[in-house]
C-alpha cells in the first residue's frame, strides 16, 4: 500500500468522494431515463440527501436506501 493510500485508510473522518445531485430535474430524468418500472426493487447505494432516493420511490415499488455517512443519513 502506497504511503498516501496508507495515510488515508488510517483517518475514518476524512472525507470520502461525494458527487451530488443538486438539481431534482436531473434526478427526475436519470429515473426516467433508467426506465425504473413501478413493480422493481431499487437500491440506492451512497443515497445522500435522498434526492434522487425521492424520485425513484416515486417509480418503483419500493427503494432501499443506504447511506453510510452519519450526517446525510439522518437527513435521509
Known amino acids: 500500500m502506497s504511503e498516501r ?3 488515508t485508510a488510517r483517518r475514518p473522518d476524512r472525507a470520502r468522494s461525494q458527487h451530488f445531485i443538486r438539481s ?6 436519470l429515473v426516467r431515463d433508467a426506465q425504473v418500472g413501478p413493480d422493481e426493487l431499487v437500491l440506492d447505494l451512497g443515497a ?6 425521492a424520485e425513484l420511490a416515486e417509480a418503483a415499488r419500493r427503494v432501499l436506501a ?5 450526517h446525510w443519513a439522518r437527513r435521509l
Open 66 to 70: 443506504v447511506e453510510l455517512d452519519p
Open 48 to 53: 445522500g440527501g435522498g434526492r434522487l432516493t
Open 24 to 29: 431534482q430535474a436531473l434526478a427526475a430524468e
Open 5 to 7: 493510500r496508507a495515510r
